[in-house]
């Protein structure tokens, strides 16, 4: 079987839908490159910014990582910091990619991308790797990167073996830095939608069609229009966070409020039932609002909507609108935990931390292993530090109704804050 090649059930999920996806990577593998060779080759720049490369290049081959790495600092210093958002199109699919940090410096920006992606592409600079020892030692950062896409519930990963042209034996090369990448997906416990050999300085199996040992999969970019977007289930409990509360009407008479969000799970209709969080307080639904305010039959999950219930009640930025049974709280649980502070994480500490958009305070009241991204086995820890991933148990100042990340991500997914430093610490996925 050519297990680098897609195997996916595309009826779990719409395959025309526009597709969110990431690169990551170490450092200089290659990323913005990749993206400058998709944007490239798909037609989607300006004449402008085509002239400006060539000028830029000065008769040699077209520098496409300038496409993304759009702050001097990066430039300067040849790495990108922050994440880069583009947008292409092909006949087939609309696509918008975010380009992360490959320095551990800026995990945390990594973290940022993933959140929403329905895809991952971690590169695998097959130049760095000692590709004399069998089995290959993947990097530390690759496995960092692919381990932190599947805590973050990133649907799809593929890992794009770049610089394929740089090497003296391409398909010895890749063939290795295969099996290595199989061997640790399998104790990873991941599913790769493929393992991709690519250039992409030179475009061979990013948009173009190239043979590289016994590879006779599809492109990258064939690849990425194939993989479906999972799609939420209607079927679940709706819950919504008030994320905005405003008044229907031109400021006379009665003036119904209406509570606007972006639907977490379910759908929810005119005449459903209303339980309100933090209060208890209960109601039916009276209007469901879209866009501009105009009413529609239902919303549903993904839909930013706005609510009108049947009477009035004391409802704030931050509470939580659901179905009876949906909105069950606690105030402690247990979480995984990627930690992106310098300062190390340790039990005890108080923290801000958000849910949907309400901010209570919390501490971690155990740290119960740290994840070795080397063994990939838990390991006893009193703190973590910087870019470790780990599990934990929390306890918040007041009940919140956290559910399963990957069951539902809006109400399973929580930051800390440091109070001090006002940081963003740490990302918390209830498991």
Sequence with gaps: ????????????????????FLTAGSVDDGKST???????????????????????SRGEALDLSLLTDGLEAEREQGITIDVAYRYFATPRRKFIIADAPGHEQYTRNMVTAAAGSHAAVVLVDVTKLDLTQRPVTLLPQTRRHALLVQRLGVPHIIFAVNKIDAVPDAAAAFAATREALLTFADRAGLHPA???PVSALRGDNVTTPAAIGDYRGPTLLALLESLPVLQPD?????RLSVQWVARQGDGTGHQPRIFWGRLGAGTVRVGDEVVVHPSGERARVAAVLHHGAQPIEAGHAGQSIGLVLDRQLDISRGDWLGAPGSLSARSSFGATLAWLDTEAAVVGRRYWLRHGHRWVQGRISAIEHRLDIDTLAPTPAQ????????????????????????????????????????????????D
């Design 1 to 20: 079987m050519d297990t680098s090649a897609l195997r996916h059930d595309t009826s779990a999920g719409d395959t025309h839908a526009a597709l969110r």
């Design 34 to 56: 990749l993206i400058g060779r998709l944007l490239y080759d798909s037609r989607a720049l300006l004449s402008d910014q085509v002239d400006a490369l060539r000028r830029h």
């Design 194 to 196: 493929g393992i991709v």
């Design 234 to 238: 209607a079927d679940a409990p709706w």
């Design 383 to 430: 703190q973590l530090g910087v870019n470790d991933i780990g599990r934990v148990q929390i306890q918040c100042a007041e009940a919140l109704p956290v559910s399963r990340f990957h069951g539902e991500p809006m109400s399973g997914a929580l930051i800390l804050v440091d109070p001090g430093t006002h940081r963003t610490s740490g990302a918390l996925l209830v």
